[in-house]
């Protein structure tokens, strides 16, 4: 009877732990091509970016603004969209979108955040 607990308690800790840790599997499939206008290329990159843009937002404002920035804001998806559409307009240059893309296989969104803001950071800095 005991052994049944134990082991009850150890998949459910082992769930909880799977569904904590779900955000951050990684890329949700390969990389989209970017062709088309900025919009439709904001629109490829979302499935991406959405579900880490708490940790994107972070680093693509410390980025551009130079200067460490940390939030502890947990967007919902339509404020995830949101950001993520005002950081593909306000880009002329398209480079949002391709940092996206070149660090999409990134497995969590720490890496993929830090990646996007190191890559940014290079093609700014004087």
Known sequence: MRSVALALLLLTACFLLMTACSRN???PGPPPTLTG???QQCKATEP???PCMDELFDAYASATLGSAITS???SDEAEARA???TNCFGDRDFVYVKNIVACWNERTCAAFANCVGTRTQSLIAP
Request: hydrophobic letters at 35%; aromatic letters at 0%; charged letters at 35%.
């Open 83 to 85: 950001i993520h559409l």
């Open 25 to 27: 599997e990684g890329p």
């Open 72 to 74: 502890d804001k947990h």
């Open 37 to 39: 206008d900025l919009q």
């Open 48 to 50: 991406r970016a959405l």
